[in-house]
């Protein structure tokens, strides 16, 4: 009779995987400059003067409506420069992923290119377009549409226009990566069913892009939520933002608990963004299998 | 004769006797030449970038072979620097506005300034070194309104700002910013009709009347180039607030703007000089310091800047407009209830 052994193997969970060790270093270096900072700053906003817990610094921040109304222009102003992106980027994605050779290369350089130039430069150049005798005006006076010049600058349209404009390849590369996998059968099998191209867009080709939708909304909204230098140049102090409460508590007040705990409520909603818009594309990708 | 080859003989007493020599000539030789060379940062405003590229940094170069770093931004910046950096300063020496210098003074972050570590302090003009020493103005520019020439022929009253044919046309500084507190005073002058230095304790006066010039106001700003620039453009009429430094070297550059001195009054900018305590390379910090109180660098700075030097002895041209009172605030004041007011305005002037 012969014996035959056997060596059992677990099956090694995905965290054991050694890949995941080349992951270390990045870790370590978010948890030294993002996560332990961030610490800091969350146990600050609940502690007193004297350092003894205290909700003292929320309850001043909510109970001010000056300040809910900043929250709420914050929020709006994100909401809206995610979606004016969303709408730009999804047809500018398309034509990225189906273009070829040189068109190809050519989108995708403008698409980057803008990145390298500063918010402080974009912002003068915004003021020119913008202002009572800029493009916009004049161009709206030569097609009969407007008597006399509308005031632009300093409103939160501009911001919109603007911050959009900066945040719109955060939007358009991971839409962009989604519809280059797109299997391009797919919406044609449904057009060979009968399928109308309404039909295909919202039933075939938006779902599929949804992950790509989700992750670039995720990115704008966290992005613009938390701007501050362009609100500054664009909109100025009149219209404030919870970074600009964030910066005048520090810089000005010198009130850290105050400033820490409005950092500590733009850090929530903009956790609660990533992980829902986390949630959400799982549900999507689940939905589909 | 035969000439004898010289052959030094250096005992060990002697290399000692020399090397002790050396070290006392070296201490007691003036603190400009211990300064050559070596390399310090120093924080001043953003609007100062100009005059400290163009006449101060060259100015230390030559003087002193050394490299002066600055680090142009708000007052209130460069004094979160210094607090955040308490223990291991980077600044030797700040430029910021008195309020700002109140603030620092009694968070310990500034050493004072004596006379043998800079002895031109000993020339500047009375009143023009505060709280024993523990910083001194240099220059002293001039604060009023500023205007676009190719809309207006000049600003002869604040009460001009408050006027229905401006709606939108103005732009004020933030009172974040030190020049953002002239409209105030303006406005507590205009209420109460009472002078300059009585109307500044009328501050509920002077927010009624701020609430008025609401519908003139485009904008308040924190960062003054953007709203200079608009003015420039004409997509503004007035700033207000702006001070001389600023405005009338471009003015001097052709660009259509000029400085008005309302007939109530203008203001005297608060331009000082501290040194931080603790801050890296002491001998080039004072060194540095002393230049700018010495009346050749400060008669160079004054006339680019169109400012009134603190150092008497400066030969200048300049002179503050003639026949308008020149306003100093309590900066005291100021300092002890600068942060409600910058809650009060900015609610105010919220959209």
Known sequence: MSVVSTRYEAPRAPWLDRFVLLAAPGLMYLALVFALPLALLLLKSFQNQDGAFSLAAYAEFFGDPYNLTVLWRTLRVALLTTLLALIIAYPTAFALARAQGLAQSLLLAAMILPLSVGVVVKAFAWSILFRSNGVLNDTLKWLGLIEKPIRMLFTETALIIGAA????????????????????SLPEAAASLGASPMFRFFRVTLPLTLPGVIAGSAFTFSLAISMYVIPSLIVGERQQTLSMLIARSYLFLRDDQLGSSISAILLAIAVAVVLGSSWLAGRVAGGRR | MTKGRFTPKVSRRTLLKSTAAAGVG?????????????EIVVGCAGSHTAWMEGIVLPHMKEKFGASILFEGTKSSVNLEKMRSNRDAPYLSVVQMDDPVMILAVEEDLLTPITASAAPNMTELREGATHMDGMWCNYVQPWAGVAYNTDLLDGVPSWTQLWEAAYEGQIIVPSLQNTEGMWTLFAAAHLATGKPLGEAQYEIDAAFDKLAELKPNVLT???VMSQAFNL?????????????????????????????????????AMPSGICLVKGGPNTELAEAYLNEMLGAELQGKVAEFASSLPANTTAEVSVTVPEGV???????????????????????????
């Open chain 2, 26 to 38: 070296i201490l007691a030789a003036p603190a400009i030449l211990r300064a050559a060379g070596g």
């Open chain 2, 220 to 222: 308040t700003y924190t």
């Open chain 2, 231 to 267: 003015l420039e453009q004409g997509e503004i009429q007035m700033l207000s607030g702006n001070f001389s430094s600023y405005t009338l070297p471009r003015k001097a550059q052709g660009v259509p703007v000029d400085l008005a001195a309302p007939k109530e009054g203008i203001f």
């Open chain 2, 325 to 351: 009172p020149v306003f100093g605030p309590d900066w005291a004041f100021v300092s002890k209830n600068r942060k409600e007011w910058i809650e009060r305005v900015d609610k105010l002037m919220s959209a």
């Open chain 1, 165 to 184: 404009n900066v945040f719109l390849p955060f939007m358009v590369l991971p839409i962009y990566a989604v519809i280059r996998q797109l299997d391009r």
